[in-house]
């Protein structure tokens, strides 16, 4: 069994990683720009995401779970933002 304190620096480390999205969140809904974001590698950071969420699973470690579904939901926020943005070009 996963101890408390393990969960806890894997949360911590979740969260901030989810924290590192927010500037490209940012760029994309407040300010309405996509340039230099690559949609081939956001695709590939969800697929590796929900790999990360399978394992998560396999391992029932909440930290793995929480941080993997709210970095998965801050890329389909991008990648959906993008499409919009550019698709208003086109």
Not at 31 to 57: N, Q, V
């Amino acid at each position: 069994m996963i101890s408390i304190f393990v969960e806890i620096i894997g949360i911590i480390a979740g969260t901030l990683g989810v924290f590192a999205w927010i500037p490209q969140v940012r760029e994309v809904w407040v300010r309405k720009k996509h340039e230099g974001i690559s949609l081939p590698t956001l695709h590939l950071i969800c697929t590796a995401l929900i790999l990360w969420l399978i394992y998560g699973f396999m391992i029932q470690s909440v930290a793995i779970i929480l941080s993997n579904l709210a970095a998965l939901a801050c890329i389909l926020s991008l990648i959906y933002g993008v499409i919009k943005l550019r698709e208003k070009e086109n």
